[in-house]
C-alpha cells in the first residue's frame, strides 16, 4: 500500500490592487448585470408622459429626425438647402410646426414618423456599426434583416473588431441624445490585453491617460476574471471618443486582442447569445427615453 503524502497547501499571493478588485467584484459585477434591478427602482412610481404622437404639432427638424432621417441639426440644414417640403411646398422657415394632417417630403419622398423601434444586438466580430458600406464589408444591417418595415441604424460606435451591447433604432431623436458627449452614457468594457497590465500601468489609466485629442479619463479600471491573468481588465467609461478604449492601452504600449462591450446605457447582453438581437423590453425603453436620455434636463430642474 502506498503511503499517503500530506502536503502543505501554497499560499497564492495577490497584489493589492487585485485584492482591491476582489472585494469590490461583486459592485463592479452588478453594474454590469443588474440592470432588471435598476429598472426595477428606477421605474418603481414612475408614469411617463403621453407619446409626442398623440401632440397636435411638432417642429419641422424633429420630425424630420424622429423619422430617422438625420439629426435635428442635419435637418435644419437640409430644410434651408430646400429639400424638404410641406403639402408640396418648400418650407424654409426653421420653426415650422407640422400639424396632423400635413404631408412631409424629404427629397421628393414622404417622410412618415412609423411606430419607434428599439433593438438590442450582441455584436459579433467582423461587422462594421454602419448601415452600409461602400466596400462591400458586412455591416451590422445583415443581422437585423429580418426586422421589416423599420428604417433602424445603430446608435454608437463599437468598432469592426469589437463585440457586444449595441443599440439599433430608428427613434432619432433618443439615438441623438444618447450619442451627444452632454447625455454622459456610462459604458463598460470586459479587455483582454496581448500581455499582464502592470499596476503603475493600472495607475495611469486611473488618473487620466494623455492622448493626441485630449485627456482620456475612466470612472474606473481594475483586474477582472479570471483570476490570476492580469491581462484581463474592465474598464468603465462615459466618453464618446472614437476607439477610445483601444487607445488607452495603445499609449502605453499594449494591444487590445478582446474589446467587449457588456454593458451601453444600461442595457447589458445577459442571455443574449453573439450575433443575436432581441427587442427592448417596456421597461428598458422607458429607462433609455425618461432618465438615461433626459439626464442633463434632470440636472438643470435639480439645480
Avoid at 51 to 64: S, T
Avoid at 65 to 91: F, H, L, M, P
Avoid at 193 to 212: C, F, H, N, S, T
Avoid at 256 to 285: C, H, M
Amino acid at each position: 500500500m502506498r503511503k499517503r503524502i500530506s502536503r502543505t497547501p501554497i499560499e497564492r499571493t495577490t497584489s493589492p490592487s487585485k485584492t482591491n478588485f476582489q472585494k469590490n467584484r461583486k459592485t463592479f459585477t452588478q453594474k454590469k448585470d443588474a440592470f432588471a434591478y435598476k429598472i426595477e427602482q428606477t421605474v418603481k412610481d414612475f408614469v411617463p408622459p403621453k407619446e409626442v404622437a398623440q401632440q397636435e404639432d411638432v417642429r419641422l427638424n424633429k420630425f424630420i429626425s424622429n423619422a430617422g432621417i438625420c439629426s435635428r441639426r442635419q435637418a435644419d440644414e437640409y430644410i434651408k438647402a430646400g429639400y424638404v417640403t410641406i403639402n408640396d411646398q418648400t418650407v424654409l422657415e426653421m420653426g415650422y410646426k407640422v400639424q396632423p394632417k400635413d404631408v412631409v417630403k424629404f427629397k421628393g419622398k414622404k417622410v412618415q414618423n412609423d411606430k419607434k423601434v428599439y433593438i438590442l444586438l450582441n455584436k459579433p466580430k467582423g461587422y462594421l456599426t454602419t448601415v452600409s458600406d461602400d466596400r462591400e464589408r458586412k455591416t451590422v444591417m445583415e443581422l437585423v434583416n429580418t426586422v421589416k418595415d423599420a428604417r433602424i441604424y445603430p446608435v454608437g460606435r463599437l468598432d469592426r473588431n469589437s463585440t457586444g451591447v449595441l443599440l439599433l433604432t430608428n427613434d432619432g431623436e433618443l439615438a441623438q441624445k444618447l450619442s451627444h458627449p452632454s447625455g454622459e452614457v456610462t459604458k463598460v468594457y470586459q479587455v483582454e490585453l496581448d500581455k499582464p497590465l502592470a499596476q503603475k500601468d493600472l495607475l495611469k489609466i486611473r488618473e487620466g491617460v494623455e492622448l493626441e485629442d485630449g485627456k482620456a479619463n475612466v470612472d474606473q479600471a481594475d483586474y477582472t476574471l479570471p483570476r490570476g491573468d492580469d491581462r484581463f481588465v474592465g474598464v468603465e467609461l462615459h466618453s464618446g471618443k472614437n476607439r477610445i478604449v483601444r487607445r488607452i492601452f495603445e499609449s502605453l504600449d499594449y494591444e487590445v486582442q478582446k474589446l467587449d462591450r457588456v454593458l451601453y446605457a444600461g442595457l447589458t447582453k445577459k442571455n443574449l447569445p453573439r450575433g443575436k438581437w432581441r427587442f427592448l423590453s417596456e421597461k428598458e425603453i422607458i429607462f433609455l427615453k425618461y432618465f438615461i436620455a433626459n439626464k442633463k434636463e434632470k440636472k438643470k430642474k435639480e439645480e
